[in-house]
């Protein structure tokens, strides 16, 4: 099966027609090294904001593997969400977001990190919107800060010990992308491309899942080859981010004091849905408000299927904030910090529905 790359190689290498004018906030990382994290702030009349409206809840929004922020394409375009302020910021070695892991960089460290940004952002409490492995900084970020965790959506949630198959499948990508350095043997990318879109969006793939491919491509390279670092960052960020991570216990999830709600898709290959009764059954567990779980027709990546999440991610705000809807009067779909360069790439053409 062939997805029709369009890219090759070379301009896979060149910066993303916008990624100059993205926002950065400079710190030092967990690792102890310097790091500029990328992010986007989009507010009720500011799609690209320098801040956010500090009378108004925000949203903080947490990728998973292989992508970053443009995938929330969907969310920040939405013009109930954009009633709120949206916050997405690139992970480190992700994206537009420059620095290095170290090798025991996991999800806890990465929540540190996220958490450090959105003080450097003057965002003292947020909602969390998480995909995939996103949904564990995003409970990591609820144990460590549960004054300023509002509420948890968690798409497509990651359990608590990942499954020996998907880490077999995740290695394999890593030896592809490996090989295809080591070599210059390009031949390995349809393999890499093909099991990463399988693992994201199975067989619903359109020209939206497409647009955000070229893009991610674009930056895995800039960011996962090259230099014998880049390498060392895929491997800590595509495999051991999964396989070393710690596991959380019922005494650790306690801590949340945030109400969480689970969205799974029937057609994710990754994590069947009893993972996610699991997840959520561990949450009961531990004495935590589970606000509802939820099995929708979907891939893992549900996030550009809006009329799946966005609904459910606005009302766990508003009913957490007590606040009546005031949905932004506005012909669909509203602009964001990446239209342009979704819609050049097709994001905006008429697509087949998932």
């Given at each position: 099966m062939s997805f029709g790359l369009p890219l090759t190689v070379q301009c896979l290498c060149a910066r993303s027609s916008t990624s100059e004018a993205m926002p950065y906030v400079s710190l030092t990382a967990v690792t102890g090294a310097p790091a500029s994290f990328s992010y986007s702030i989009s507010t009720p009349s500011n799609p690209s904001a320098?801040?956010?409206?500090p009378a108004l809840p925000t949203i903080l929004c947490i990728h998973g593997v292989y992508i970053a922020q443009q995938i929330f394409e969907s969310q920040f375009n939405d013009p109930r969400l954009r009633q709120?302020?949206?916050v997405a910021i690139d992970r480190l070695a992700h994206g537009e977001t420059k620095g290095n892991v170290t090798a025991d960089y996991h999800p806890q460290e990465t929540a540190e990190d996220l958490a450090h940004v959105m003080d450097a952002l003057n965002?003292?409490?947020?909602?969390?919107?998480a995909l995939g492995v996103g949904t564990i900084i995003g409970a990591e970020l609820a144990i460590a800060y549960p004054q300023r965790v509002k509420s948890l959506t968690s798409v497509s949630p990651a359990p608590f010990a990942e499954p020996e198959d998907v880490n077999q499948g995740r290695q394999q990508l890593l030896d592809y992308w490996h090989e295809m350095k080591k070599t210059s043997d390009n031949s390995y990318m349809e393999d890499i491309v093909f099991g990463a879109m399988q693992l994201l969006f199975h067989n619903n793939v359109n020209n939206r899942a497409t647009a955000v491919r070229d893009v991610v491509l674009q930056q895995a390279f800039r960011n996962w080859m090259g230099t014998e670092e880049d390498v060392f960052n895929a491997r800590v960020t595509n495999a051991d981010f999964f396989t070393k991570r710690r596991v959380l216990t019922k005494h650790e999830l306690s801590a949340i004091k945030a109400p969480i709600q689970f969205i799974h898709g029937q057609d994710?290959?990754?994590?069947?849905?009893?993972?996610?009764?699991?997840?959520?059954e561990e949450h009961r567990a531990a004495g935590n408000d589970v606000a509802g779980v939820y099995r929708v027709r979907g891939p893992h990546d549900m996030l550009l299927l809006s009329q799946k999440i966005n609904p459910r991610l606005c009302d766990m705000v508003l009913r957490v904030e007590k606040r009546k809807d005031m949905s932004i009067s506005h012909p669909e779909p509203l602009r964001t910090p990446w239209t342009d360069e979704l819609a050049a790439r097709g994001f905006y053409r008429p697509y087949r529905r998932f």
């Open positions: 320098d801040a956010i409206d709120f302020n949206l965002i003292t409490s947020f909602h969390i919107l994710d290959i990754a994590y069947p849905y009893q993972y996610t009764v699991d997840v959520a």
